[in-house]
């Protein structure tokens, strides 16, 4: 187990990342065709084929998902990803014809520093390709990478995160998300996560909550005027699962945004939770479908504090300070 989103057979990420444009791409693959949902519970989303994720449409099985920077030029990077699926012979077969189906989510990151000057067209569509073919099924990189590379949060800057677990009866659910939220991953004014409590091995400082909780800790705090947000990810399982049941993973996905982030899903935020089932592993009875549920939302929440405390500050003028900028290791 790599406490990563890899710890599902038959799922790979590949990251595209350009630190002088302050922006990249990631791309969730899966070998074979997965079961898979989503939901949008932010205010302000940008998406690609999202809305074929609905339990009530009739495509039920995806090839990849994207979590993309550039906000709606960002979109372009499914293209890129498509392309590859393409050539490999991937795709949903319509008569002699194959349509890759490739749901991705963007984060606004366009006022981060980078140089956004890239002419014409922007370079999201090869980004895509690039993170497709940089796809592995073992460690990958967390923080300033890929769809995290420009994120920020109210507080520190944001990044890419992942986490797994497993549940009683073997099934495994892991959690991949970018974090470029409107609000705060962080309790007030210091280190401590709001992700605290789900927290396992010391993942991401090991420093619990602060004791006693004030009132101070949890006042507003967001991004200053203009600084549209949004927190991307997927959940994804071993076992086989509907549709339906997909779609309800990725709603706890977002209770995970919601116990990570102060506050999350607000009319700026673009919150958007992918969720599959490779079907790996078999059914789960009621009672460890509930139980994928609790750890969707928990394994969601550590991820965010994952990528938080590995992210690094952009080498740009007036970047925002990284967790560890401020605080150490």
Same mark, same amino acid.
């Given at each position: =187990? ?21 922006? &990249? /791409? ?17 205010? $302000? ?31 372009? *990077?499914?293209?890129?990803? %498509? ?13 002699? $014809?194959?349509?890759?189906? /490739? ?23 090869? =980004? ?8 592995? *099924?073992?460690?990958? %990189?967390?923080?300033?990478? &890929? ?34 939220? +409107?609000? *705060?991953?962080? /309790? ?36 200053? $005027? ?39 899903? +607000? ?14 592993? &078999?059914?789960?009875? =009621? ?12 394994? =969601? ?17 007036? $970047? ?10």
């Amino acid at each position: =187990m790599h406490n990563l989103l890899t710890d599902i057979a038959g799922v790979r990420v590949g990251h595209a990342t350009d630190l002088a444009l302050g922006s &990249g /791409v990631t791309a969730i693959v899966f070998d074979r065709p997965a079961t898979a949902s989503g939901s949008v519970l932010g205010g $302000a989303p940008g998406g690609r084929d999202t809305a074929l994720l609905d339990p009530a449409m009739t495509v039920s099985e995806v090839d990849a998902f994207v979590l993309s920077g550039g906000s709606a030029f960002g979109l372009d *990077a499914a293209g890129g990803v %498509q392309a590859g699926l393409r050539a490999d012979g991937r795709g949903f077969a319509v008569g002699p $014809a194959r349509v890759p189906i /490739v749901p991705q989510a963007i984060v606004m990151d366009l006022l981060n520093g980078g140089d956004k000057d890239w002419g014409l067209h922007s370079p999201y569509r090869d =980004m895509g390709l690039e993170a497709y073919r940089n796809a592995t *099924a073992g460690a990958f %990189q967390l923080g300033t990478v &890929g769809g995290g590379t420009g994120a920020t949060t109210a507080t520190v800057k944001g990044g890419l995160g992942s986490a797994s677990a497993r549940t009683s009866k073997g099934f495994t659910v892991a959690a991949i998300v970018v974090v470029n939220a +409107l609000g *705060a991953p962080t /309790v007030g004014d210091g280190p401590h996560f709001w992700a605290a409590p789900f927290e396992r091995d010391g993942e991401y400082g090991g420093l619990g909550l602060p004791h006693p909780l004030l009132e101070e800790h949890v006042a507003l705090r967001i991004k200053g $005027a203009g600084r549209i947000a949004t927190t991307i990810g997927a959940v994804v399982t071993d076992a086989t699962l509907t549709k339906a049941e997909a779609h309800r993973l990725s709603l706890l996905g977002h209770d995970g945004i919601a116990r990570a982030i102060l506050p999350a899903h +607000l009319g700026l935020d673009g919150d958007t939770v992918f969720a599959a089932a490779t079907g790996e592993k &078999g059914r789960p009875e =009621m009672a460890d479908f509930l139980e994928l549920c609790h750890l969707a939302a928990s394994t =969601m929440a550590r991820a965010i504090g994952r990528g938080v405390h590995a992210a690094d500050a952009l080498a740009v003028d007036g $970047a925002q300070a990284s967790w560890r900028d401020r605080w150490g290791a």
